[in-house]
């Protein structure tokens, strides 16, 4: 669906992308990630063809992002803001028809999404009325309206209160059921850990890790596991755990390079009465953190 | 083009129902009234009663000066004179007058000396908190008098002394330099294209200050983004210009219809005489012409400016700095109308920003010829293209640009890249 290939952009001679590369497919959700001022932001531009690349290429399906008219992506951006004066359903209207549809066709969707988000009472309230999740909501109806095959969201959580986060979770995995390709950038990363199929990793405009969130969880894994016990096992040999740290009934270590998780629970079950048993994958954050002190010993 | 369309319809509405906008249209009213109610004061207000005291020494005009008022002062707001003869003073003459002014007897004094129709020697004293524009009238009314008296010494019969009070009956006439002559209407000469450029100046004011903020506030709330994923920088500015300039046709138009009506309804309540047939006339057009390539090259600038800026307080002083040019043309109307062919007019008349507001004058007060009309808008319309483009690869790049406000250089590396 989207192909980035070896794209660069300067600013005022910093390379604010450098290099950059990576696919999404059709379908998937990718995550962009990385810490503020990672060249994301300049990447998504890149990608809607805001902002032209210095070199490098963007293809959407089999387009260049730089060919003819603007193609139909959804975007939210990060920092969110609408006409404050204008009215809510009137705003949303506008840029449904800026995205291509018809006047009837976007008043149609219009009127089912404020429904849906529960905003039908302030379809004519000014946008400045509204509380800034409300806002969001809105902001989050234009990006989706138009149904676009591509969505590009930044930070689309931040500022949503959990039973809407819930819904946003709601709606973009029933896009996904749909074939839409969403791609989400943040800097928090434990928000996409349970949504992403696969994600790019990015410091300081390069790219430092990328693809499938479990492939990448399970390199970068250090086979943290928790055993709980029926009866109180205060410690486990060395050959099974390392690094044992013992609560009430419980122990967290570490497998031995030459232990298979497999072979450990047999072991256990043989000579233990086993209540519970937990692997720890890594976190995001602690993959990211691990490969960015990676790089600067390098 | 579609979303060129559709952008102006937003920002148009956005506009036009913005408090701005609604306070732009009522201004010239204000004007108007602000203007025009000291002179109905003037004109309609009740004047205090005057005390004048008559020293006639033997010209026996007493009795024609009270007439003389009493014709002057019937209906509301005329002045109201009290006359009051005195005769034997000639003895103590100066100290008499001093008296009556200053016990309050009288407020104006009046000697009409001997043989006055001949010498027309006639003194004048008033206390000195009388405005100079009372003597006047007084003044006048001695002066008719004195003129009836000198006209009836020469025995005319009736048919004669109408003859000679008969009022002139003027009508101007203009030649133009092809040799063409038209009858000179102050509506069409002076009203129209002052309209045309009140209008102008106080759109332009109104619009700088629309469309730099409404560029402000897509970039601060980050709209921008928004609006760029679906169509680009061109589209955006052009969609902009459109709107605004839709905006002063508007106005313009506003104004117009009231004027139509007025024209045809309430012209014997008007000073001067609303020609309304003359609105239809070929000038209007150009009027139009001028007024539209005015309103474009503005908008353009300040849309672009607007993309330099943060927040509105930082755009203040330079929208003030292009907004002067548009004042430039108010201070100079005078001096062009008398000296319209001095080098001076010329190369003012060059200015782009002064172009579109000279030409309505050169056209509307001068009569320019059709062919120099249509040089200046090829003129104004090749300075716009090239605005347009500077302004519009300004705006692609400091659209996007937050923090630190560019400098020069960086503007001319803006307006040479082609990225």
């Known amino acids: 669906m989207l192909k980035i290939k070896n794209i660069v952009k300067e600013f005022s001679n910093i390379k604010a992308v450098d290099n950059i590369s990576f696919e999404v497919s059709k379908g998937s959700i990718y995550g962009l990630l990385g810490p503020n001022g990672a060249g994301k932001t300049t990447t998504i531009r890149m990608i809607m063809n805001i902002i032209q690349p210095d070199s490098g290429e963007i293809l959407i399906g089999n387009r260049s992002s730089l060919e003819g008219s603007k193609l139909n ?226 | 083009m579609n979303n060129i369309i559709k952008i102006a319809k937003w920002e148009l509405f956005r506009y036009i129902r913005s408090k701005a906008f609604i306070i732009t249209l009522i201004i010239p009213f204000i004007v108007i009234i602000i203007a025009g109610v000291p002179q109905y004061l003037a004109i309609n207000s009740e004047q205090p009663v005057m005390n004048i005291g008559i020293i006639d020494k033997g010209n026996n005009l007493f009795g024609e000066i009270e007439k003389q008022v009493s014709n002057d002062s019937e209906g509301k707001g005329k002045d109201q004179f009290i006359l009051q003869h005195y005769t034997g003073v000639e003895n103590n003459e100066n100290s008499f007058i001093k008296e009556l002014i200053k016990s309050n007897i009288a407020d104006i004094v009046v000697v009409l000396e001997t043989q006055l129709i001949d010498s027309g020697n006639v003194k004048f004293y008033h206390r000195n908190n009388i405005g100079i524009e009372q003597v006047s009238k007084v003044e006048q009314i001695i002066f008719n008098v004195v003129k009836n008296q000198r006209i009836e010494n020469l025995q005319l019969n009736k048919d004669d002394l109408e003859y000679v009070r008969k009022n002139l009956d003027t009508q101007l006439y203009e030649i133009s330099e092809q040799g063409e002559m038209e009858e000179m209407d102050m509506f069409v000469k002076y009203v129209i294209p002052g309209i045309f450029m009140f209008v102008l100046l106080l759109g332009i004011l109104t619009s700088s200050q629309l469309l730099v903020t409404s560029v402000i506030e897509e970039r601060s709330n980050r709209i921008i983004e928004i609006l760029l994923s679906s169509v680009n920088t061109k589209e955006l500015m052009a969609g902009k210009i459109l709107g605004i300039g839709l905006l002063g046709i508007i106005q313009i138009s506003f104004y117009l219809i009231i004027i139509i009506i007025l024209g045809i309804f309430g012209s014997s309540y008007l000073p001067i005489e609303l020609n309304i047939s003359q609105l239809f006339s070929f000038k209007i057009l150009w009027y139009l012409l001028f007024f539209i390539l005015g309103y474009f090259m503005y908008s353009t600038i300040y849309v672009s400016l607007g993309s330099l800026f943060n927040n509105e307080r930082d755009a203040q002083q330079t929208i003030g700095f292009f907004s002067l040019f548009a004042i430039i043309p108010m201070y100079f109307i005078s001096f062009i109308m008398t000296n319209p062919e001095s080098i001076i007019t010329k190369i003012l008349t060059l200015i782009p920003p002064i172009t579109p507001f000279f030409m309505i004058i050169h056209i509307g007060m001068l009569s320019a010829p059709w062919y120099y009309s249509l040089g200046m808008a090829f003129y104004l319309i090749l300075w716009i293209i090239g605005i347009t483009f500077i302004a519009s690869r300004i705006f692609k790049t400091a659209i996007l640009m937050y923090g630190k406000r560019p400098t020069f250089p960086e503007l001319f590396r803006w307006i040479r890249s082609s990225k």
């Open chain 1, 73 to 298: 992506i959804g975007y939210l951006p990060e920092e969110r803001g609408l006409y404050q004066k204008a009215k809510v359903r009137e705003t949303i209207i506008y840029f449904a028809t800026l995205q291509g549809m018809s006047h009837g066709n976007a008043s149609e969707k219009a009127d089912q999404w404020l429904e849906r988000f529960d905003l039908t009472k302030n379809e004519n309230s000014k946008i400045s009325e509204l509380s800034r999740g409300n806002q969001q909501k809105v902001q989050f109806i234009i990006t989706v309206i138009s149904d676009p095959k591509l969505m590009i969201l930044d930070e689309p959580f931040s500022g949503l209160d959990p039973v809407n986060q819930k819904l946003l979770k709601k709606i973009l995995n029933e896009y996904k059921s749909k074939n839409t390709t969403i791609i989400f950038s943040t800097h928090q990363m434990e928000q996409v850990e349970n949504i992403c199929d696969s994600i790019c990793l990015i410091n300081k405009g390069k790219v430092i890790k990328e693809g499938n969130l479990n492939e990448i969880k399970n390199e970068y894994g250090e086979n943290i596991v928790e055993v709980e016990f029926q009866e109180n096992v205060k410690v486990l040999p060395k050959n099974i755990l390392l690094d044992q740290k013992t609560l009430t009934n419980t122990i967290r270590g570490k497998l031995s390079d030459s232990t298979k998780i497999n072979e450990m629970i047999k072991k256990l079950t043989n000579e233990y009465d086993i209540k519970g048993f937990s692997y720890f994958k890594p976190k995001l954050e602690q993959i990211f953190l691990k490969l960015v002190e990676g790089e600067k010993d390098e």
